[in-house]
């Protein structure tokens, strides 16, 4: 049976690899190929190639790991440790292995024992782990080592995780079935938790000498004492199984390797037989999570990030609709609800709440100027990642209403209309965002001395008002993308992935930044000229804010150009991909 | 009410719609019928403006979807065969978005009332996820028909609905109709077409092969008249030898 079952996987792979292959043959998915291959390549591929080239065993960083070792050990079983935790705190649902939904319409049914189930499952999981650990192999040899001691060591690490997910689900759904709640069991386990950190810093209090504020401050001693403390005393123990996990991965030599793989398949042993011999009833939660599943995957590929999430509620609109207006604004008011489901109105109450605090504060607290200089730096950075990851991010907007496309055209609304409506709402919670990121760093800024109040002012007026225009074109770019090359986006049921996919994102995000460029020389240059000729006479406070005006007209301008073009983009986009009826 | 004049649409080398005319008015029910494939859904996009026809006209009272788009589509609602909803807006907020886009001012009566007719009102704050197929079909109908459309395009309509919701369903249409809207159902149910349907236009590779009473197709396939169901012309008009094909053998 195991054999059936290996041969769907074999199959299911292989043609899986086929029909990706044979895409190629489209020009789209073949430039994409080549520019992903080539951006895994320059990213993962040259570190291993430039080692051996260079007349090198690639890792350079030997001595460094080998002098850390022991630290390292202790930090990734330190890591392990708390995902173990946590797989027993977080998880409430019964024992569910996901199966697809074809799996459980044909292997439910069939005269498959439970047992070979499990193995196929795991199986199966080992793809998925397999990959993970060549991704993880190329990204850990650009740090040193030999790679193949460090995929088996990744190996050892995932696969042991999995099966130690999977035991812990069996044994919650044990729990359940003899009456212990999931709050009792959480209460059980973080109590448990808490009591192990509580033994080991009681142990440590007692018996090692306490850091004192000198030695907090020097990364070394810090290092060192916490060393001390995980190998002796109680963490000694309570972290041996987690480093017994860790250590294959982290042998420096082949000996070493043997030496700490025995162990470690023990573990993986035992982790093994615990799983294989619960005997829990998975059947009925599995196929409730392979259709939950399937409607997530449907979702994610539909480019409804938000439909995906496993517990979408009903929120309440941002305003009142009335039945009479402009139509955008019933976009506005949809795609905030859609919004809604991250950017709750309590999300912005504490937003805001924050961003005053963190004013009065680090202003008129007296606190360090320097920190005040770095939370303005993060600002200003933050700043800038709102424009170029913000339209990326948030995609209630054609994005995510192209699967409706045909319901979108029977409404009698032009298409600019639809299309001012679609991107209002990105626009509006990104300039909101921004905005309150400019408060802050404006309200830090401000309160530093030897800064010219009257230009940090003109510099924010003017950026308040050429954020939303801003937002507005960049906006524009990914939603027109969209309509002209939909199968390139991610919207449609058979969105690509793969490397191909990688590429053809890389390509886009290229052309994205061009057009944004082609489209801000303008403003720019308007900018310019006007700053320039009002410096000479109002001087530089007084000249951005009428050149920051001047620029905004020119970008919204354009975005009004834009806006029309997206509208007739959308007039004539084919909803009919497949011909016939 | 509904004007089609030499109606085609091709896909590249394909033509999916060939020179199809007719013309429907108030108060009429046309089947639009046909084998997989025949052009019904690509028809019935084009009827709705969803997409353009490469050749001739589609008037909708009056108004030409294409050059007149707007007051064309104030007059039609398109209920598709699988409902296309918005996932994070709930059945009252549905209503309330699609009576800002059809200007409804009266909306939360008849949204009301619609809602009670197709007994969704306990849903009024659920989500699509949270409704089964049925109660998304009839959210569907409810947005569809807030703006009192003048003409209706249903494309199977009956899919996913239990034999109440069918039985709710068929007198729903009946009424509308009744009401003076002229109404289109494209359907392979042909016992539902042939109950409620007072025309039947049966297409076959795109082409339009039949289009008339069901006693006027019943008279041209049939050898006497009377003597065949309307599954029985359907099989004889489609088949590849054309009338006097026999059908595929009956269960019974």
């Given amino acids: ?581 | 009410m509904v004007q089609v004049e030499d109606l085609t649409k091709l896909y590249g080398e394909f033509t999916a719609v060939s020179e199809l005319t007719f013309s429907l008015q108030p108060g009429e029910v046309l089947g639009l019928v046909g084998p997989n494939g025949a052009g019904k859904t690509t028809t019935l996009r084009c009827l709705a403006g969803i997409i353009p026809p490469t050749r001739g006209t589609v008037q909708v009272g009056g108004h030409d979807v294409v050059r007149n788009a707007i007051a064309a589509k104030k007059q039609l609602a398109f209920f598709t065969d699988e409902p296309r909803l918005f996932d994070y807006l709930t059945v009252w907020q549905h209503l309330n978005f699609i009576a800002r886009i059809y200007q409804v001012t009266d909306y939360e009566r008849i949204g009301r009332e619609l809602l009670t007719e197709l007994e969704i009102a306990d849903k009024r704050d659920a989500l699509p996820g949270e409704l089964s197929r049925g109660m998304k079909q009839k959210l569907a109908i409810a947005c569809g028909l807030l703006h009192s459309p003048r003409v209706i395009y249903f494309d199977e309509p009956l899919t996913g609905l239990d034999p109440l919701g069918i039985r709710r369903m068929k007198d729903s249409i009946l009424k509308r109709a009744r009401d003076g809207a002229a109404i289109i159902i494209s359907s392979h149910l042909l016992h539902l077409v042939e109950e409620i349907c007072s025309r039947i236009l049966i297409l076959k590779n795109g082409r339009k092969i039949a289009d008339g009473t069901l006693d006027e197709i019943t008279r041209k396939f049939s050898e006497q008249p009377g003597d065949a169901s309307l599954e029985e012309i359907f099989f004889r008009a489609t088949s590849e030898t054309g009338a006097g094909a026999s059908p595929p053998p009956s269960p019974h």
């Fill in chain 1, 1 to 581: 049976m195991v054999s059936a079952l290996l041969y769907l996987q074999y199959l299911t792979f292989r043609n899986r690899l086929v029909s990706r292959f044979k895409r190629l043959k489209q020009p789209k998915y073949l430039i994409g190929a080549i520019v992903g291959g080539l951006y895994f390549y320059w990213y993962f591929f040259r570190y291993l190639f430039q080692g051996y080239a260079n007349g090198r065993q690639p890792g350079a960083n030997v001595t460094f790991f080998s002098e850390h070792l022991l630290l390292f050990e202790l930090f990734g079983a330190l890591v392990l440790f708390v995902i173990v935790v946590l797989a027993w705190i977080i998880p409430h649902e019964r024992a569910a292995l996901t199966f697809s939904e074809a799996e459980v319409a044909f292997l439910f049914p069939a005269p498959v024992t439970r047992r070979t189930l499990i193995h196929f499952k795991l199986l199966r999981s080992q793809l998925r782990i397999l990959f993970s650990v060549l991704l993880l192999t190329l990204f850990s040899s650009r740090f040193g080592g030999n790679a193949w001691i460090h995929a088996l060591g990744w190996w050892l690490i995932l696969s042991t995780l999995n099966l130690h997910f999977l035991g812990s689900s069996f044994a919650r759904t044990l729990l359940l079935d003899h009456g212990i709640s999931n709050r009792l069991r959480r209460l059980l386990v973080l109590g448990l938790a808490v009591a192990m950190v509580a033994g080991v810093w009681i142990w440590a209090k007692r018996t090692m000498p306490g850091l004192n504020s000198a030695s907090i401050t020097n990364p070394g001693s810090a290092l060192d004492y916490l060393q001390r403390v995980l190998t002796a005393g109680p963490a000694l123990y309570l972290l041996f199984p987690f480093r017994l996990v860790v250590r294959p991965f982290l042998a420096p030599d082949a000996m070493a390797f043997l030496g700490a793989l025995i162990p470690a398949l023990l573990l993986f042993l035992l982790h093994y037989l615990w799983v294989i011999y619960s005997d829990v009833a998975f059947e009925e939660t599995s196929v409730e999570a392979s259709q939950k599943l399937a409607a997530r995957i449907a979702a994610v590929r539909a480019g409804n990030w938000q439909g995906a999430k496993k517990n979408q509620k009903a929120k309440r609109p941002w305003f009142k609709l009335a039945a009479s207006g402009p139509p955008a604004t019933a976009f506005l008011w949809k795609n905030l609800i859609g919004v809604g489901q991250i950017f709750s109105p309590r999300l912005w109450v504490a937003l805001i709440a924050i961003a005053v605090v963190v004013c009065v504060s680090l202003g008129h607290g007296g606190l360090n100027q320097n920190l005040s200089m770095v939370v303005g730096i993060v600002m200003a950075i933050a700043l800038s990642y709102s424009l170029l990851l913000g339209p990326q991010i948030l995609r209630l907007d054609f994005r995510h209403d192209l699967p409706l496309a045909d319901v979108l055209k029977t409404f009698p609304l032009r298409g600019w209309q639809i299309a001012l409506g679609e991107i209002l709402a990105p626009v509006a919670v990104l300039a909101v965002c921004q905005w309150l990121l400019l408060a802050i760093e404006a309200g830090l800024l401000l309160c530093l001395p030897g800064l010219q109040k009257t230009l940090l002012l003109a510099i924010a007026f003017g950026s308040v008002l050429m954020l939303p225009v801003l937002d507005v074109l960049l906006l524009l770019i990914p939603n027109a993308a969209v309509l002209l090359f939909p199968s390139w986006i991610q919207t449609g049921k058979d969105s690509p992935r793969g490397v191909e996919a990688t590429g053809q994102r890389l390509i886009f995000v290229s052309g994205q930044l061009l057009v944004l460029v082609l489209a801000l020389l303008p403003a720019a240059g308007v900018f310019a000229v006007i700053f320039f000729l009002l410096n000479f006479t109002v001087g530089p406070a007084a000249a951005i804010m009428p050149a920051s005006l001047a620029g905004a007209v020119v970008l919204a301008v354009e975005a009004g150009f834009g806006v029309m073009l997206l509208g007739k983009l959308f007039e004539r986009f084919n909803v009919s991909e497949e011909p016939g009826g």
